[in-house]
């Protein structure tokens, strides 16, 4: 999808909040500073349209993109990179089920991954779990590509796989919002979902 207008739409802070529309929803998710905001913005093409290094708080919130009021990019809360306390990821995976159980428009969720741990965290597999329990079409993109080497982006690639047991038709796309490698390949990928 070639986009020419994106904007910000609102800003949920549980699934009651979201927003009354038909239009279908690409949902980005992943742990707080992966890379989800900056991955929106590389994909629209716009330096600053979702926040990225946004301020604790702000992470929290269900944001809703519109591009060419075709299709919903949905900003999902992280969760954090730190030390993350079992209530927080109640919390969080809370806000996460809750949206993926109301939300029909959901078609494709991105599941976000740093390139650069190649064993991703509980919060990762949990994404993963939900996303193939509940039938979602999804697709793992690792992020901030730019930060290795070619070899070792392709050692991590088949570490993470090994380490999700992912299912074998499932690609991992890398990606650089820094760079914008990867971000086409990405589109195309988006596309073949969508475009049915
Ligand atoms: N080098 C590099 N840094 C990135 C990339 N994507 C995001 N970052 C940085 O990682 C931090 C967190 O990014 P952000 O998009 O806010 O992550 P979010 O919390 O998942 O939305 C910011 O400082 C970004 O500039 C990337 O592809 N390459
Ligand atoms: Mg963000």
């Not at 109301?102 to 976000?112: A, C, E, F, G, S």
């Not at 047991?165 to 919002?177: F, H, R």
Request: proline share 3%.
């Amino acid at each position: 999808m070639k986009v020419k207008n994106a904007r910000f739409v609102t800003s949920a802070i549980t699934a009651k909040g979201l927003p009354e529309s038909n239009l279908l929803e690409v949902a980005f998710a992943g742990r707080s500073n992966v890379g989800k905001s900056s991955l929106i913005n590389a994909l629209v093409g716009r330096k600053n349209l979702a926040r990225s290094g946004s301020r604790q708080g702000m992470t929290r919130l269900i944001n809703y993109f519109s591009l060419d009021d075709e299709i919903h990019f949905v900003d999902l809360p992280g969760y954090g990179y730190a030390k993350v306390s079992k209530s927080e990821m109640d919390v969080w995976g809370k806000v996460i089920t809750e949206y993926l159980n109301v939300r029909p428009q959901l078609y494709l969720m991105l599941i976000l991954l740093d390139v650069r741990r190649e064993n991703p965290g509980d919060g990762d597999r949990m994404l993963l779990n939900w996303a193939q329990n509940a039938g979602i079409n999804y697709m793992i993109v690792a992020t901030k590509c730019d930060k290795l080497s070619r070899v070792q982006v392709n050692n991590n690639l088949r570490l993470i796989r090994k380490n999700l047991s992912l299912p074998e038709d499932v690609k991992i796309y890398p990606v650089s919002a820094e760079s914008r490698s990867g971000i086409d390949e990405l589109w195309d990928g988006i596309d073949s979902f969508i475009v049915e």
